[in-house]
């Protein structure tokens, strides 16, 4: 199945793209896109212990399951205001 | 998207914001804040920043902060504009409007919401100095820790 990844801020210049898509397999976890995507791109994984996540714009945790076609988003640590 | 929570590139009119949460003249209060691109940071001068969003999902953290304001101040009611894109020193990076009928209220609404932006909402600033620039990091956002939503209420209410 087909999801989008989209990056911001500091992880949006490390891969290069705001968005992009990747094959997951069935069943796959939110976590396991990430290290498909640490893999992908080493600069990444410093990251690891302060990202969030979040799918189709709603926060979430690493261990949900992802679904086809939906928008996984990886978002390091937040400077609003 | 609501009138009163939203994110966008567009100049901030705190009026506007005010007058979205009139409801016929209960309120005895209107706290503001405007957050400021400010000319220095950690040791450096500052030139200009840049903002960038997710923001559907900022949209989203601004109506849960309204929602936690509203369990824990009744009276009160919040408006919040947040900026993105490039803004230069001294422009207004975000507005917040808290009104209630009374100030005690409105302060801690207004206080609350802008500590639970900087912790929770998906918004980063890349800070543009003489020399260089960097992202800004700030806190991993996590809505549902309740350590930080309680250092949010206390901060509001000293």
Not at chain 1, 20 to 34: E, K, L, Q, S
Not at chain 1, 48 to 71: F, H, K, L, P, Q
Not at chain 2, 86 to 99: F, K, T
Request: glycine share 8%; hydrophobic share 45%.
């Amino acid at each position: 199945m087909r999801v989008t990844v989209r990056v911001f801020a500091r992880l949006r210049d490390i891969v290069g793209s705001p968005e992009i898509v990747r094959d997951a397999a069935p069943g796959a976890t939110v976590r396991g896109v990430w290290h498909d995507l640490a893999a992908e791109f080493p600069e990444l994984v410093k990251y690891e212990r302060s990202i969030s996540a979040a799918i189709n714009a709603e926060y979430t945790r690493m261990d949900r399951v992802i679904g086809d076609g939906d928008e996984v988003a990886f978002l390091p640590p937040v400077s609003g205001g | 998207m609501s009138e009163r929570l939203a994110i966008g590139p567009g100049a901030l009119n705190v009026e506007r914001l005010s007058s979205a949460l009139d409801e016929g003249g209960a309120d005895g209060a209107v706290v503001t804040f405007l957050g400021l691109v400010r000319n220095h940071n950690a040791g450096r001068r500052v030139l200009y920043l840049e903002y960038e969003a997710y923001e559907p999902l900022a949209v989203k953290s601004f109506e849960r902060i309204a929602e936690e304001i509203r369990a824990r101040w009744p009276s009160a009611r919040l408006a919040l504009h947040h900026r993105v894109g490039r803004l230069e020193i001294g422009e207004a990076s975000i507005a917040i409007v808290a009104r209630s009928p009374h100030r005690a209220d409105a302060y801690a609404a207004c206080r609350y919401a802008i500590e639970r932006v900087k912790q929770i909402s998906p918004i980063w600033k890349r800070e543009f100095f003489e020399g260089g620039d960097v992202w800004i990091e700030g806190a991993t956002a996590d809505p549902d820790d309740e350590l930080a939503r309680a250092h949010a209420e206390r901060a509001a209410c000293v």
